[in-house]
C-alpha cells in the first residue's frame, strides 16, 4: 500500500523550532521529488519547499526561504523538514506529496504531486 505519513508537528513558541519528517512506505522515494505545503484555516493550500530526486536541488517560498530547509534520506524513505524561527503565521496542517522525478516549476503548482500524506498540524503560540 502506498503511503505517506508525516509526523513531528506539534506546539511550539514563537522563534522555537520543528522538524517533521515525511516517511513513504509501499513505494521507493528515490525516484520522486518531494514537495511540502501547508494550509491555514480559510486559507488556500500554500507551496512551501519542493526537493528533487536528480541532484537534491531544492526551492522555498519567500515565506520561508532562510528559516526553512528540506533534505532527504533515501536510505531511510523519508524526506525531512527543519523550520526554524517559526512564526505564529507559521500555524497550518503540513503536507507532503511527491511528484516524479522533478520538482514543478513552480511551488505553487499541486496537480502533478500523485501521493499525498494526511497531514501534520504544526501551531506556533505562545
Known amino acids: 500500500q502506498v503511503q505517506l505519513v508525516e509526523s513531528g508537528g506539534g506546539l511550539v513558541q514563537p522563534g522555537g523550532s520543528l522538524r517533521l519528517s515525511c516517511l513513504a512506505s509501499?513505494?521507493?522515494?528515490?525516484?520522486?521529488?518531494i514537495g511540502w505545503f501547508r494550509q491555514a484555516p480559510g486559507k488556500e493550500r500554500e507551496g512551501l519547499s519542493c526537493?528533487?530526486?536528480?541532484?537534491?536541488?531544492?526551492y522555498y517560498a519567500d515565506s520561508v526561504k532562510g528559516r526553512f530547509t528540506i533534505s532527504r534520506d533515501d536510505a531511510k524513505n523519508t524526506v525531512y523538514l527543519q523550520m526554524n524561527h517559526l512564526k505564529p503565521d507559521d500555524t497550518a496542517v503540513y503536507y507532503c506529496?511527491?511528484?516524479?522525478?522533478?520538482?514543478?516549476?513552480?511551488?505553487?503548482?499541486?496537480?502533478?504531486?500523485?501521493?499525498w500524506g494526511q497531514g501534520t498540524q504544526v501551531t506556533v503560540s505562545s
Open positions: 509501499g513505494f521507493a522515494l528515490d525516484n520522486y521529488a
Open positions: 506529496a511527491t511528484v516524479p522525478v522533478f520538482c514543478p516549476p513552480r511551488l505553487q503548482i499541486v496537480a502533478p504531486y500523485d501521493h
Open positions: 526537493i528533487s530526486s536528480t541532484d537534491n536541488s531544492t
